[in-house]
């Protein structure tokens, strides 16, 4: 009979946010946690920097605590990782694309590379996983024109067939979300916090449960309590995971999901 490792202390908790320090392949079946979304940046494995390393089988470890999971990428990770999703049980229902101020780039053969990619899977029934897509006041009217999100609207109301239509002003979130980057933040890959707010809204109730199982600089943890929501993180860089928690400790203001 095997027996399931014990699950570790936490590294730090204030009772709605929760991190530990390990590998997360170790914590995870430790925790033996079941979230609503797992929302995270795994090391691509592009570079030479040591802590830029794919760890193996960490898809299938995210599948055994959550059916839902925005994962960030480059378009180069995700076709040679495929099969390692595809493996564990998870299909991609969209992607969307984060567009930074400015990128990097060391080549000078190819475009200046300025967005990354957050892909959404899920596992088993569509039905039963939660997606709720934020609403956002529009940028363009019902025939396209650009529009101010600022300027006051004016409800428009129409009769299409039998029933009648009436424009709040308001849109399903493009796919496309302009954030700046982070400047001189606590990791050398961290998000911005508005950038993970409304990924975590889509799959992730209020009142639910986020993990992240690379949480680097804390993001994800700030986004999710920010929102209502409670959050487990896992870091393997125990530099991090100090970084995380003073971060953490700071508190944060109350952003409404």
Not at 99 to 116: I, L, M, P, T, Y
Request: charged share 20%.
């Amino acid at each position: 009979m095997t027996t399931a490792p014990a699950a570790p202390a936490p590294y730090w908790s204030d009772g709605q946010v929760t991190l530990y320090h390990g590998d997360m392949r170790e914590i995870l079946p430790a925790l033996g946690t079941v979230a609503d979304a797992v929302v995270t940046d795994p090391p691509y494995a592009e570079t030479a920097l040591a802590w830029d390393r794919w760890p193996d089988g960490w898809p299938a470890r995210a599948a055994a605590v959550s059916r839902s999971m925005w994962c960030f990428g480059s378009m180069r990770m995700f076709l040679a990782r495929y099969g390692e999703f595809e493996a564990a049980g998870w299909r991609m229902s969209q992607d969307i694309v984060w567009e930074k101020h400015n990128g990097s780039g060391f080549a000078s053969d190819r475009f200046r590379r300025v967005h990354e990619h957050a892909l959404h899977w899920y596992r088993g029934d569509w039905a039963g996983v939660h997606h709720a897509v934020p609403r956002v006041p529009a940028r363009f009217d019902a025939k396209g024109r650009t529009a101010s999100a600022s300027a006051v609207r004016v409800p428009h109301t129409r009769t299409i067939g039998a029933h009648e239509y009436a424009d709040d002003g308001m849109r399903l979130e493009r796919s496309v979300i302009g954030q700046p980057s982070v400047r001189r933040g606590l990791h050398p890959t961290e998000k911005p916090v508005p950038l993970l707010l409304p990924l975590i809204a889509y799959a992730c109730p209020p009142g639910g449960t986020v993990v992240d199982p690379f949480a680097g600089s804390g993001s994800t943890l700030d986004a999710a309590r920010q929102s209502g929501r409670r959050a487990i993180g896992v870091e393997a860089d125990e530099r991090y995971c100090e970084a995380i928690a003073g971060r953490l400790a700071q508190g944060a203001l109350d952003i409404p999901a």
